[in-house]
């Protein structure tokens, strides 16, 4: 019986990132061209976990190309929000870290985060403030790319 339970959990969690990813391939028009030539995507995905979030940042980084930034960002049902951070090879050369824009951005809804250069996640207490950090992502990615 407790088999039967971890297969079902984890055909589960394979289905929520295949649809967090399908999910996110609609954004991908969203993408906005830099005037160096960088992509950027900073976009709310509703209705994924945090592990599924950071799949389809990762699958929308490698479709954008290189130099890109990926952020998305989901609030939970606990109204605490979840925020990825993907960053190109290209970007991270420039100088750009993943870990340091994803602190920023959880900041603004009272949380913290982080993780390697080019990719990286926090979360908040505070969902409410969901759009604003995603502004302060905005900006904050704009001013680092080329």
């Known amino acids: 019986m407790q088999e039967e339970l971890k297969a079902a959990a984890k055909q589960l969690a394979d289905l929520k990132s295949q649809l967090a990813v ?3 391939q609609a954004l991908i028009s969203q993408a906005v061209s830099t005037p160096g030539g960088a992509k950027l995507l900073v976009a709310e995905l509703d209705g994924v976990d945090a592990k599924a ?3 389809a940042a990762t699958s929308l980084l490698a479709a954008l190309g290189d130099p ?3 952020l998305l960002a989901t609030s939970a049902a606990d109204g605490k929000a979840n925020f990825v951070c993907a960053l190109s090879p290209a970007v991270v050369k420039g ?3 993943a ?3 994803v602190g920023v951005v959880a900041k603004v809804c009272g949380g913290g985060g982080g993780g390697k250069p080019a990719l990286a996640q926090a979360g908040g207490k505070d969902a409410s403030k969901l759009q604003e950090a ?3 992502a905005r900006d904050a990615l704009s001013a680092g790319l080329p």
Do not use: I, N, P, R
């Open 53 to 55: 979030m950071q799949e």
């Open 99 to 101: 870990g340091k824009v």
């Open 95 to 97: 100088g750009l870290q």
């Open 134 to 136: 995603l502004q302060v």
């Open 68 to 70: 890109a930034a990926v």
């Open 22 to 24: 399908a999910k996110s």
